[in-house]
C-alpha cells in the first residue's frame, strides 16, 4: 500500500488543501471523544461533495489503504480513531441541506451538517429532527447515522435509526448507492436498516433523507428532588407502568447535581440538597397536558418527591436541561479523565442495578456520578479518574467491568447509544456467542470484503471464526 | 402446475431426523403457487428445526418457511420446493415484564394471541395484522405494517431481538430485550422483510406500548381519492395527526349504515388521552373540506367492527392485486390515476395504495400493464400480490432491481449460499 500515491491522487482531483498532512494539524485528530483511545492519523481528507468522497474512498480501495469515515469527533467509543496507520475522511465541510418537504415530512442533509442545524432549518414549518444527543450542537447527522445515535427524546420518538428513511452511501469499493426511499417503501434486504448504527464500517454516508415529526404544540418541563436515589427510579417504573409516555425521563444523581452545581457554564438551579433529580418533560397537544402532569405529579410525590418545579418560560425550561446536557461537560472539572458507560438493562431491573452500580463504586473507591435515561434503562455510571495512576486506573477498569457483567445478568447490553467502537469490542462475546459474531461478521464482510473501511471496529479481535478481517489483513500485510 | 413429484425418500429420510409426529408428506392443500412439497415438518422445538434445516441444506432440499399461511401470496412463485417447515409448533410466551413494555414471544405465536395477553395488561401489540391467524414470524418475514402504522409506527421500528435458525445450522441471536441497543450490528433489520431467505426466525421481542386511554373513529364520506388526498394535507398542515387513516374506494361492502353509492369511504382512527382524542375529534371535523360527510364512532362495539371489517377488506383474494408506495401527498393522486374499474385503498398517511381488480383472466395482463404505468408516473414502488400464474411469471412481482441489489446478493450468498430458504420467491431470483 502507499499513502503517497493515495495523498497524490486525492490531491490532484480535490485540490492541495483537501487534505491535511502536517502533524500539528493532525493532532486534534488523534482521538474521539474518549480519550482513552488515541492514534494520529496519517492524513486527513476533507471533501465538499459526495464525489469527492468517491474519489478519496476508490484511491484507498486501488491502493489498500485503510481509511476511518469522522463526523465532529464526539463519538464516545473510538470509533472514529484509527487502529493502525489510515487516512481519516472528515465530512464536516459537507453541511448543507439540500431538501426540506414540508408537506411529506422530510429533508435531505449533507452528513457533515449539524444535528441541531437540520430542526433550525425546518422549524419554520413547525416540524423538527427527534434524535437529540447530549451533544447535539456540535455532533453530525453522518455521525449519528454512523452510532444510531439517541438522545433524551427517543425515550418517546425513537432512536436515529427510527428518523432515518434513506442514506446516500459511498461504498468501500468507491460505488455510490442510495439505501432506502424517503416514502420508506422498501424493496428487498433493509439495507438502510443494516447500514444505520454500523459505526462506519460499512461505507460512509454522505447524504442522508431524515424524517420530520411535527413539534408538539405543548411542552411541560418538570423537575423532582429526591430524597433517595431508588425512589426516583421507582418513580420512573410507575410512570412507565401508568400508561404516560413521556417525552423525556431522565435522572441525576447527588454526585452529577453537584459537578453541575459547580460548574459556572452549566449551572441550572438544581437542588444540592436532593440525593436525585428527575427531569420529566411530556409532550402532546395542549388538550390534555395538564392532566399528565398531574398524573406525573402524583406518583412522584407517592414515591417520595421533595417538591415540583416546573419550567415557567422557555428559559427556564433551557436551564433544566442545560444541567442535563451538560453533565458529561461538567465533570471534566471533577479529574482530568472520565470513563463513561453506556450500558443498558430492562426498565424493571434499573434500581437494583443502581443500588449494585454505587456498590461497586464504592468497593473500588472510585467516584462515581450517574446520569442517565432512566425512562429507556440506559445507564450511564461515570467515573472520574487520573490516567497517571496505574493503580486508579486498574480499579476503574474492573468496576467498569464488573458493572458491564452485572446488567449483561439481568437481560442487558452494552450499549444504548454510544456504539461499541475500540472501546467495548473486547465486551462482545460477554453478551453474544461466536455464531451471533460470525453473521455480524458476514454482514460486514459482504459490504466491505477488503476491510479498508474502519477497520478494527465492533467485532472483537483475536480468535473466534469471526475474525476473519483480522486474518486477512495479516495475510495481505505477510504479502 | 409444476408440483414436485412425491419424494418417499426425502420423506423418509426427515422422519429420522425429526420426532414422529413432526413430519408428513405434502399435500395439495399445502401448495405454494402450484407447487405441492413433498415432506412437511412441523418441529416441535428450535433444536429440531435446526436439524430440519441442516438436513435440507445436505440434501439440497428446496424449503419454504411457513407460519400462519396467511401471507403465502405474496412473493414470485418459487423454482424448487421439496418441503415446507411450519414454526405453528414454536408458539407461546417466552417472557413478558409487563413494566419493560416489552414482550417475547416463539415465532408461531399468532397476533391474535399476542394481542390479547398484552391488552390484559393494559397494554397494545404493535403487530396490527390483517388477520389474527398470522404468527409473529410470518409478519416480519413478509415485514407489512397495517393500518394503524401512522399511530403504532412500522413493524421494523417494534422488533427488539430476534432469534433466527440459519441453514449452516447456526442459531443466532441479534439485539437484547432493552428498549435502546446499539451493541452490534442491527441484523433485526435484514430479517425483517426478508422473505425467510437468510434463516428462519424463531423468536422474537417486541416492544409494546401503552393501551390508549380513549379512541374513537371518524366515518367520512368524500367523492374521490384526490378529495382524499386534500383532506391528508388539511390535516397534516394542521397538526392534525391521525392513528389511522384509510379511504376505500366506492365499492365495498362496509357494514355502514349511510352507504351513497359514489362515494369514498373514509376511516379515521383517533387514540390517546381522553382530552386529546375529544380536541382531535372537534378538530378534524371542523377543518374537513365542504361536501365531506362524517359519523363519529365512539363506542367500542360499533367501532371495532369498521376495521376488523377494513382489514379483512384489505387481504381479500382478488384476479389481480397488488400494493403501491409512494410519498404521502403523491399516494391520493396514485389512485386517482387507477384504471377505473380497479378498487383501491388508500392509506395516504404512509403513501400505500392497495389496489384489487377482479375479471376474465385473459384482461388481467392488460390490467397489471396499466398499473404498472400509474405506479412509473408517481415513482412508485409496487408489489404484485394476486395475478394469474402467467402474470407473475410474466416479471418480478417485487418490480424493478432495488439500488445495492448487488449487496443483497452477496448477504444471500453469505447466509444462504445452496438457496435452501424459498428459492426463487424473493426478488430477481435472489
Keep these: 500500500m502507499s499513502f503517497d500515491a493515495v495523498i497524490a491522487e486525492i490531491r490532484s482531483k480535490l485540490g492541495a488543501e483537501a487534505v491535511l498532512t502536517a502533524d500539528a494539524e493532525l493532532l486534534v485528530y488523534e482521538c474521539d471523544a474518549v480519550t482513552m483511545h488515541r492514534h494520529t492519523p496519517m492524513a486527513v481528507v476533507l471533501p465538499n461533495s459526495t464525489e469527492e468522497v468517491a474519489v478519496a474512498v476508490r484511491a484507498c480501495h486501488e491502493q489498500g489503504v485503510p481509511y476511518v469515515p469522522r463526523g465532529a469527533g464526539t463519538g464516545l467509543s473510538g470509533g472514529a480513531v484509527p487502529v493502525e496507520d489510515a487516512l481519516l475522511i472528515e465530512t464536516s465541510r459537507m453541511r448543507r441541506v439540500l431538501e426540506i418537504d414540508f408537506e411529506n415530512r422530510f429533508a435531505i442533509v449533507e452528513a457533515g451538517i449539524v444535528n441541531v442545524d437540520v430542526s433550525k432549518a425546518c422549524a419554520s414549518g413547525g416540524l423538527h429532527y427527534a434524535p437529540d444527543p447530549s451533544s447535539q450542537t456540535v455532533c453530525t447527522v453522518g455521525g449519528n447515522v454512523a452510532e444510531n445515535s439517541g438522545g433524551p427524546h427517543c425515550l418517546k420518538y425513537g432512536a436515529t435509526t427510527n428518523h432515518i428513511l434513506a442514506v446516500r452511501v459511498v461504498m468501500p469499493d468507491g460505488e455510490v448507492v442510495d439505501l432506502g426511499r424517503a416514502d420508506q417503501w422498501t424493496t428487498g434486504y433493509d439495507l438502510r436498516g443494516a447500514f444505520v448504527g454500523s459505526e462506519g464500517t460499512l461505507g460512509i454516508a454522505t447524504e442522508i433523507t431524515v424524517r420530520l415529526v411535527p413539534t408538539p404544540p405543548a411542552i411541560r418541563t418538570l423537575l423532582f428532588p429526591f430524597p433517595e436515589l431508588d425512589a426516583s427510579c421507582e418513580a420512573v417504573g410507575a410512570i412507565i407502568r401508568s400508561g404516560i409516555v413521556p417525552a423525556a425521563l431522565e435522572i441525576l444523581d447527588r454526585n452529577t447535581i453537584e459537578a453541575v452545581e459547580a460548574s459556572p457554564t452549566f449551572r441550572a438551579g438544581y437542588p444540592t440538597d436532593a440525593a436525585a433529580v428527575l427531569l420529566v418533560e411530556l409532550d402532546g397537544l395542549e388538550a390534555g397536558i395538564e392532566d399528565q402532569v398531574d398524573s406525573v405529579t402524583t406518583i412522584c410525590r407517592q414515591h417520595g418527591a421533595l417538591e415540583v418545579h416546573r419550567a415557567q418560560t422557555a428559559q427556564e425550561r433551557a436551564a433544566l436541561w442545560r444541567g442535563r446536557k451538560g453533565a458529561f461537560g461538567a465533570m471534566g472539572r471533577l479529574a482530568p479523565d472520565l470513563f463513561v458507560q453506556d450500558v443498558v438493562v430492562p426498565r424493571t431491573r434499573l434500581p437494583e442495578i443502581i443500588r449494585e452500580v454505587v456498590e461497586i463504586g464504592a468497593r473500588h473507591g472510585l467516584h462515581v456520578s450517574n446520569v442517565f435515561h432512566a425512562g429507556d434503562g440506559n445507564l450511564h455510571p461515570n467515573i472520574t479518574y487520573d490516567r497517571r495512576d496505574a493503580d486508579q486506573v486498574e480499579r476503574v477498569r474492573r468496576a467498569g467491568k464488573e458493572i458491564i457483567v452485572r446488567c449483561v445478568a439481568v437481560g442487558g447490553t452494552l450499549s444504548g447509544e454510544h456504539g461499541i467502537g475500540l472501546d467495548k469490542a473486547e465486551y462482545m462475546t460477554l453478551v453474544f456467542t461466536e455464531d451471533d459474531l460470525e453473521s455480524m461478521a458476514k454482514l460486514r464482510e459482504v459490504f466491505n470484503p477488503r476491510a479498508l473501511c474502519n477497520p478494527g471496529k465492533i467485532l472483537p479481535s483475536g480468535g473466534g471464526c469471526f475474525d476473519r478481517q483480522a486474518s486477512r489483513l495479516a495475510t495481505e500485510d505477510a504479502q | ?430
Design chain 2, 1 to 430: 402446475m409444476t408440483a414436485a413429484e412425491p419424494s418417499p425418500s426425502a420423506l423418509d429420510a426427515l422422519q429420522a431426523v425429526l420426532p414422529g409426529d413432526a413430519v408428513r408428506a405434502g399435500r395439495d392443500s399445502d401448495a405454494i403457487a402450484g407447487h405441492v412439497p413433498s415432506w412437511v415438518a412441523a418441529p416441535p422445538d428450535e433444536a429440531s428445526l435446526r436439524d430440519v434445516l441442516t438436513w435440507a441444506r445436505q440434501q439440497q432440499q428446496a424449503v419454504a418457511p411457513v407460519g400462519g399461511r396467511t401471507q403465502l401470496a405474496i412473493g414470485n412463485p418459487p423454482d424448487r420446493l421439496d418441503g415446507i417447515v411450519s414454526t405453528q409448533r414454536l408458539s407461546g410466551i417466552v417472557d413478558y415484564p409487563a413494566g419493560d413494555l416489552t414482550i417475547t414471544v416463539r415465532a408461531g405465536t399468532t397476533a391474535a394471541e399476542i394481542a390479547e395477553t398484552v391488552e390484559a395488561e393494559g397494554q397494545w401489540s404493535p403487530l396490527d395484522a390483517l388477520s389474527g391467524d398470522s404468527t409473529v414470524g410470518g409478519l416480519l418475514a413478509v415485514g407489512q405494517s397495517g393500518p394503524w402504522r401512522p399511530g403504532l409506527g412500522a413493524l421494523r421500528d417494534q422488533v427488539l431481538e430476534t432469534r433466527v435458525v440459519h441453514p449452516d445450522g447456526r442459531v443466532t441471536r441479534s439485539g437484547a430485550r432493552v428498549v435502546k441497543n446499539v451493541t452490534g450490528y442491527d441484523l433485526n433489520k435484514l430479517f425483517i422483510g426478508s422473505l425467510g431467505t437468510l434463516g428462519v426466525l424463531t423468536e422474537v421481542c417486541l416492544r409494546l406500548r401503552p393501551r390508549p386511554e380513549a379512541t374513537a373513529t371518524l366515518l367520512l364520506g368524500t367523492t374521490d381519492a384526490l378529495t382524499a388526498a386534500e383532506i391528508t394535507a388539511l390535516l397534516r398542515r394542521a397538526g392534525l395527526d391521525p392513528t389511522g387513516l384509510a379511504f376505500v374506494s366506492p365499492r365495498h361492502d362496509a357494514p355502514v349504515i349511510d352507504r351513497p353509492p359514489g362515494v369514498v369511504l373514509g376511516l379515521l382512527k383517533l387514540a390517546g388521552a381522553a382530552a386529546d382524542v375529544a380536541w382531535l375529534r372537534d378538530n378534524i371535523s371542523t377543518e374537513l373540506p365542504a361536501g365531506t360527510t362524517w359519523t363519529l364512532l365512539e363506542e367500542p362495539e360499533v367501532e371495532e367492527p369498521i376495521w376488523q371489517w377494513l382489514r379483512v377488506h384489505l387481504r381479500r383474494e382478488t384476479t389481480l392485486s397488488g400494493r403501491l408506495g409512494t410519498l404521502p401527498m403523491q399516494a391520493g393522486t396514485l389512485a386517482a390515476s387507477l384504471p377505473v374499474e380497479v378498487d383501491w385503498v388508500l392509506r395516504p398517511w404512509e403513501g400505500v395504495v392497495d389496489w384489487y381488480w377482479s375479471g376474465p383472466t385473459e384482461q388481467a395482463a392488460e390490467i397489471s400493464a396499466a398499473i404498472h404505468v400509474a405506479a412509473q408516473a408517481h415513482q412508485a414502488g409496487r408489489l404484485l400480490i394476486h395475478a394469474p400464474s402467467a402474470v407473475k411469471a410474466s416479471g418480478d412481482v417485487f418490480g424493478e432491481r432495488p439500488p445495492g441489489f448487488e449487496t443483497m446478493r452477496g448477504l444471500r450468498d453469505a447466509f444462504d449460499p445452496e438457496r435452501v430458504l424459498n428459492p426463487g420467491r424473493f426478488l430477481h431470483g435472489l
